[in-house]
């Protein structure tokens, strides 16, 4: 009832930028929040930000002044902005949109399919 495309990664050389994107559609009567989150092999999800409907925004210290959320509330998508890329970021991305459906107001929590970025040395 609620999908959500990712597009944006891909391979980057350490301090480069790159642009993620995230559009949800759907029978959706609105979306709350709306993040990122990324998993590098072997390790768990981990949440790098999230941003509400309200504005507010949250991030994972580690890139904190090196990334950044934003979104479209008309367009339900929600960018990240990621500059200083280091390998440490390496991981594959995923989108997270939480919210309430048209019908019945039921709520809803989805996820994207990931998308890999690469950082090299």
């Known amino acids: 009832q609620v999908q959500l495309v990712e597009s944006g990664g891909g391979l980057v050389q350490a301090g480069g930028s790159l642009k993620l994107s995230c559009a949800a559609s759907?029978?959706?009567?609105?979306?709350?929040?709306m993040g990122w989150y990324r998993q590098a092999p072997g390790k768990q999800r981990d949440l790098v930000a999230t941003?509400?409907?309200?504005?507010?925004?949250d991030y994972n210290d580690s890139v904190k002044g090196r990334f950044t959320i934003s979104r479209d509330n008309a367009m339900n998508t929600v960018y990240l902005q990621m500059n200083s890329l280091q390998p440490e970021d390496t991981a594959v991305y995923y989108c997270?949109?939480?919210?309430?459906?048209?019908?019945?107001?039921?709520?809803?929590?989805?996820w994207g399919q990931g998308t890999q970025v690469t950082v090299s040395s």
């Open positions: 941003t509400t409907r309200g504005g507010s925004t």
């Open positions: 997270n949109a939480r919210g309430v459906l048209r019908r019945w107001g039921t709520p809803f929590d989805v």
């Open positions: 759907g029978t959706i009567c609105r979306i709350d929040v």
